[in-house]
């Protein structure tokens, strides 16, 4: 039996995606499909386009991961499983393992069909009724040097991991959707070389504003988000609101601090100031942290004002700080970037805040 993935029964989209006639568009890190599907074997049709930076796949299988792929270009049929029990139901994701692209003129993976010889079934309720975590953050977020050796340093697509980040333990850990937008690189106000239009929050309102394409943006990325939930809104387990939002953005930010000085400190401040109180606009519901110190902290003092100060305006509890714990030398992964090690840290960190609320 084939059938397009957009029409597999209960099939739920995770993340920021892209629905077109033909199929869904990943774009974002963690961004992808899950569904239940009771059968033998399962094959993907899969389109992947880019042209330098390589494209990979995560497969996971009743919540462990069966297998991590790069993606040649263009169309291909890759074996989700075969030769399994038929009788059995198995919960499927498929995920996109690389960051969005901006550097590429297309960064995309489209899931077009699928092909079975058994039967797909809705997904349980309790996966159905998930909270949603919403993250934004830079290369940590995207998971880069969590793949290769320690003295790895070529920025190549295989050196990230999308399910080895902190994020997603910690969505795994309290049973929640993730919604990751991260850019290696780039802050909250400037970027590792001071570009200040390569900041995260300014391309917050689009679907996957950071790429450029026309190829992209012909499959949604260009979207305004607010617009595209709200055609698509109760339609693939798409929420306009998540119920918590991460922040890990600052470290690029301070690249340039002993230049820069107070001057960034200042500007710096601003933005944490007004994209959180933006987002607590946007979100009325939801719980807003700033999570931050894998990499150093010379920002925390001016993240923490400007939560202070935001707090105390809106006599609020929903927005927080949480002091992540630095990365020691043992703990480092490829391109000198935090490793499992670290990662599973923050992750125990978060999750012990969260659990107060979740």
């Known amino acids: ?83 399994m029990d038929g009788s059995l139901t198995k919960h499927v994701r498929i995920l996109r393992d690389t960051q969005a692209m901006p550097e590429d003129e297309v960064s995309r993976i489209d899931l077009l069909q699928v092909e079975t010889d058994g039967t797909f079934e809705a997904v349980k309720e309790e996966k159905d009724n998930r909270p949603l975590i919403e993250v934004l953050g830079d290369s940590i977020t995207s ?36 919604s990751v937008l991260s850019q290696s690189g780039w802050g909250a106000y400037q970027a590792y070389d001071g570009a200040r239009d390569h900041a995260v929050p300014l391309y917050y309102d689009k679907l996957a504003g950071v790429l450029g394409g026309s190829e992209d943006k012909e499959h949604g990325a260009d979207a305004t988000w607010q617009d595209y939930v709200g055609e698509w809104e109760g339609t693939y387990g798409i929420r306009r609101h998540p119920d918590v939002i991460l922040i890990n953005l600052g470290t690029n930010d301070s690249n340039l601090l002993p230049e820069q000085g107070e001057g960034l400190r200042n500007a710096f401040e601003e933005r944490v100031y007004s994209f959180t109180k933006k987002l607590g606009q946007m979100h009325p519901k939801a719980n807003v942290f ?7 902290d010379p920002l925390m003092p001016q993240i923490r004002q400007a939560v202070e100060r935001l707090t105390g305006e809106e006599d609020s509890s929903r927005y927080h700080v949480i002091e992540l714990e630095n990365t020691e030398e043992g703990e480092l992964g490829s391109r000198l970037h935090p490793g499992k090690p670290s990662h599973d840290k923050a992750a125990k960190k978060i999750i012990e805040e969260l659990k107060t609320i979740l």
């Open 1 to 83: 039996m084939k059938q397009k993935v957009r029409e597999i029964k209960g099939v739920k989209v995770l993340g920021r995606c892209g629905i077109t006639e033909e199929g869904i568009s990943c774009f974002w890190t963690a961004s992808g499909i899950e569904f239940d599907v009771k059968a033998s074997e399962l094959y993907l049709e899969v389109r992947a386009s880019y042209r330098i930076y390589d494209l990979w796949l995560d497969i996971e299988i009743d919540g462990s991961l069966i297998q991590r792929r790069m993606l040649d270009p263009g169309e291909q049929k890759v074996c989700i499983f075969r030769g």
């Open 143 to 178: 998971g880069e040097g969590l793949c290769g050796d320690h003295d790895l340093m070529d920025w190549v697509s295989h050196c990230f991991s999308a399910t080895d980040t902190y994020e997603y333990q910690v969505a795994k850990a309290l049973q929640a959707d993730l």
């Open 290 to 296: 700033w999570c931050y110190g894998m990499i150093g």
